[in-house]
C-alpha cells in the first residue's frame, strides 16, 4: 500500500503564468482536498474532491480549479499566478469526505514559489 | 466563522521535560480535532485524533484531550526528547475541512 503523493516536489514560475499540480492518493482512499501553507501559518483549506466532483470549496478564486480522475488521483490547477500564490500546497486522501471519521493522510506537498 | 489559536508559538525546552501545547477553537460545532506534527519542509503526520464525543486520546508519549464546552485541547508530551523537535499543529474537523491553527515550533535542546 503507497502513501499519498504528489509531484513536482517544488517548482518555480513568474507571475502571469499557470502551474498544474499532481497528487496521487492513498490506495482505495476515494475523497482528496487541496490545502495552501503560507510560511509560518497553518494550512487554508481550498477545495475537496470526492468520486470526481467538487464537494466543497474554502475562500479561494476561481483561478484555483481542480479535477479527479476515475482512479482518485486529482490536479490543482492555478492560473494567472500572483506573488501571494508562493507556498506549500497539500494533498491529503481519505475514505470519509465529511470528516466525520478518520483523519485525512496527507503527501509530502509541492512548494511552489513565484516569481 | 471558526477560528483556531495555538499557543505558544514556539517553545524551547531541555531534552526530559514535560510539555503541555495548547489549541482553542471559537465554535463547538466540530467533529473531532485532530493534532499533527510538522517537520521542516515536509507535509504534515497525524499525531492523535479526537472525535467531538471523546475526552482523549493517547498514542505512546503523547496524551491529548478535548474539552469542547470551553473550545480548548492540550497536547502534552512526555518525558521530550530531540527527536520531538518539529512544528505541532491542530486542525479542528467541520463540514468536509480541517481549520487550522498557526502552529508551535518545538525545540527540544539535547
Known amino acids: 500500500e503507497t502513501g499519498v503523493t504528489q509531484s513536482p516536489t517544488h517548482l518555480i514560475k513568474t507571475r502571469g503564468q499557470q502551474v498544474t499540480l499532481r497528487c496521487s492518493s492513498q490506495?482505495?482512499?476515494?475523497?482528496v482536498s487541496w490545502y495552501q501553507q503560507a510560511l509560518g501559518q497553518g494550512p487554508q483549506f481550498i477545495f475537496q474532491?470526492?468520486?470526481?466532483?467538487?464537494?466543497g470549496r474554502g475562500n479561494f478564486p476561481p483561478r484555483f480549479s481542480g479535477l479527479q480522475f476515475p482512479n482518485y488521483s486529482s490536479e490543482l490547477n492555478v492560473n494567472a499566478l500572483e506573488l501571494d500564490d508562493s507556498a506549500l500546497y497539500l494533498c491529503?486522501?481519505?475514505?470519509?469526505?465529511?470528516?466525520?471519521?478518520?483523519?485525512?493522510?496527507f503527501g509530502p506537498g509541492t512548494r511552489l514559489l513565484v516569481l | 466563522k471558526q477560528e483556531v489559536t495555538q499557543i505558544p508559538a514556539a517553545l524551547s525546552v531541555p531534552e526530559g521535560e514535560n510539555l503541555v501545547l495548547n489549541c482553542s477553537f471559537t465554535?463547538?460545532?466540530?467533529?473531532?480535532l485532530q493534532w499533527f506534527r510538522q517537520d521542516p519542509g515536509k507535509g504534515l503526520t497525524s499525531l492523535l485524533l479526537?472525535?467531538?464525543s471523546q475526552r482523549e486520546q493517547t498514542s505512546g508519549r503523547l496524551n491529548a484531550s478535548l474539552d469542547k464546552s470551553s473550545g480548548r485541547s492540550t497536547l502534552y508530551i512526555a518525558a521530550s526528547q530531540p527527536g520531538d523537535s518539529a512544528t505541532y499543529l491542530c486542525?479542528?474537523?467541520?463540514?468536509?475541512?480541517?481549520?487550522w491553527g498557526a502552529g508551535t515550533k518545538l525545540i527540544i535542546k539535547p
Open positions: 490506495s482505495g482512499h476515494n475523497t
Open positions: 491529503a486522501s481519505s475514505l470519509d469526505p465529511s470528516g466525520r471519521g478518520e483523519t485525512q493522510y
Open positions: 474532491y470526492y468520486r470526481e466532483e467538487e464537494n
Open positions: 479526537i472525535q467531538s
Open positions: 465554535d463547538s460545532a466540530i467533529y473531532n
Open positions: 486542525a479542528v474537523g467541520s463540514n468536509y475541512q480541517l481549520i
